[in-house]
Nanobody
Framework: QLQLVESGGGLVQPGGSLRLSCAASAFTLNFHGIGWFRQAPGKECEGVAC????????YSADSVKGRFTISRDNAKRTLYLQMNSLKPEDTAVYYC????????????????WGQGTQVTVSS
């Protein structure tokens, strides 16, 4: 089973930046989609951004477009999420996940998940 371990979360002021990392135990190019999701207290899991395992195409949700960038380093088997211009509403637990079947931000298509890392945006 694929293991995913996120890191890089923390407390940051509004307007600040963080870079999340997700280390994979296996080669994630075999997966159709690798993505970042987040869940705030009392809210549903939201797809933030995903990257195609086939051709590296990327997709970002409207709520983060222009501020967050998803990328990967195949040699390091690591997925990244660069988050700039952070807002208090970005506060959530962030998860990385991999899908064998689809390139999508629908969390129901993802079966392999990391344990999550907390991001708190507050002054």
């Amino acid at each position: 089973q694929l293991q995913l371990v996120e890191s890089g979360g923390g407390l940051v002021q509004p307007g600040g930046s963080l870079r999340l990392s997700c280390a994979a135990s296996a080669f994630t190019l075999n997966f159709h989609g690798i993505g970042w999701f987040r869940q705030a207290p009392g809210k549903e899991c939201e797809g933030v951004a995903c990257i195609s395992g086939n051709d590296g195409d990327t997709y970002s949700a409207d709520s983060v477009k222009g501020r967050f960038t998803i990328s990967r380093d195949n040699a390091k088997r690591t997925l990244y999420l660069q988050m700039n211009s952070l807002k208090p509403e970005d506060t959530a637990v962030y998860y990385c996940a991999a899908s064998r079947n689809a390139y999508t931000t629908d969390p129901k298509e993802y079966l392999d998940w990391g344990q999550g890392t907390q991001v708190t945006v507050s002054s």
